[in-house]
C-alpha cells in the first residue's frame, strides 16, 4: 500500500502564531493532495484540494488567507494555519490519491492546539 | 447540506456474529463509493472500496453492497471481532474530482 506521512502529530502553540503541517507521500507521487479537518464527533470535512504547481482549491467557508495551502511538489503539500485561534483547534488530516478512481490514502492526522 | 449520511451513530455487536453498517447518499452523481476505518487521534486506514458499476464487492471478511436505485450502501462484517472496534466512515466521490465526501461516522463496538 501507499504511505502518507503527515508531520507533526501533535502541536500546541499560542494565539496569533502560525503553524504549519507537512504532508508528505513516501513512496508514490501525488499530483493531488487534500486536507480535511475532523471536529468532535464529527465527520471528516473537506478544507481544500491541493495541486500540485497551481493554487489550491478551497471549499466553502474555508478562509484562504487563513489555511494557507501550498503543494511544492508531488510528493509535499503543506498547510499553514496562520494568527491562530483557539477555534482553530482540531484534528487536521491530509490525504493523497495515486490516480485515478483508486481510494485515497491519509495521513496519521495532526492534532492542533492553539492556547 | 449532508449528502452522505450514516444514521446510526454506533453498533455494538457480538463477537462471531455479522456487523452491518449502513450508509445514504444523495448525491447521484457519486460513482466510486469506499470505507475507512479510523480509531482515535489517527488517520483513516482504507477498507474497500466498489464502483457504481458493481452492486457487490468482497474483500476476505468484508463485504461492501451497492443499490444506486436506492441510494444506498452496506458493509458486512463477518466474523466480527474485537479488533474491528472502531469507527467507520463511508465515503463517495465522482470519478475525476478526487474530492472524498464522508459520512459522520459509526462507532462499531464488538464484544468479546
Known amino acids: 500500500g501507499a504511505v502518507v506521512s503527515q508531520h507533526p502529530s501533535r502541536v500546541i502553540c499560542k494565539s496569533g502564531t502560525s503553524v504549519k503541517i507537512e504532508c508528505r507521500s513516501l513512496?508514490?507521487?501525488?499530483?493531488?493532495m487534500f486536507w480535511y479537518r475532523q471536529f468532535p464527533k464529527k465527520s471528516l470535512m473537506l478544507m481544500a484540494t491541493?495541486?500540485?504547481?497551481?493554487?489550491?482549491?478551497?471549499e466553502q467557508g474555508v478562509e484562504k488567507d487563513k489555511f494557507l495551502i501550498n503543494h511544492a511538489s508531488l510528493t509535499l503539500s503543506t498547510l499553514t494555519v496562520t494568527s491562530a485561534h483557539p477555534e482553530d483547534s482540531s484534528f487536521y488530516i491530509c490525504?493523497?490519491?495515486?490516480?485515478?478512481?483508486?481510494?485515497?490514502?491519509f495521513g496519521q492526522g495532526t492534532r492542533l492546539t492553539v492556547v | 447540506d449532508q449528502q452522505v449520511k450514516q444514521n446510526s451513530p454506533s453498533l455494538s455487536v457480538q463477537e462471531g456474529r455479522i456487523s452491518i453498517l449502513n450508509c445514504d447518499y444523495t448525491?447521484?452523481?457519486?460513482?466510486?463509493f469506499l470505507w475507512y476505518k479510523k480509531y482515535p487521534a489517527e488517520g483513516p486506514t482504507f477498507l474497500i472500496s466498489?464502483?457504481?458499476?458493481?452492486d457487490k464487492n468482497e474483500d476476505g471478511r468484508f463485504t461492501v453492497f451497492l443499490n444506486k436505485s436506492a441510494k444506498h450502501l452496506s458493509l458486512h462484517i463477518v466474523p466480527s471481532q474485537p479488533g474491528d472496534s472502531a469507527v467507520y466512515f463511508c465515503?463517495?466521490?465522482?470519478?475525476?474530482?478526487?474530492?472524498?465526501?464522508f459520512g459522520t461516522g459509526t462507532r462499531l463496538k464488538v464484544l468479546a
Open positions: 490525504s493523497a490519491t495515486k490516480d485515478r478512481d483508486t481510494e485515497a490514502f
Open positions: 513512496d508514490f507521487q501525488a499530483t493531488t
Open positions: 491541493s495541486n500540485e504547481g497551481s493554487k489550491a482549491t478551497y
Open positions: 448525491n447521484s452523481m457519486f460513482d466510486y
Open positions: 466498489i464502483s457504481s458499476i458493481k
Open positions: 465515503a463517495a466521490t465522482t470519478s475525476g474530482t478526487y474530492k472524498y465526501i
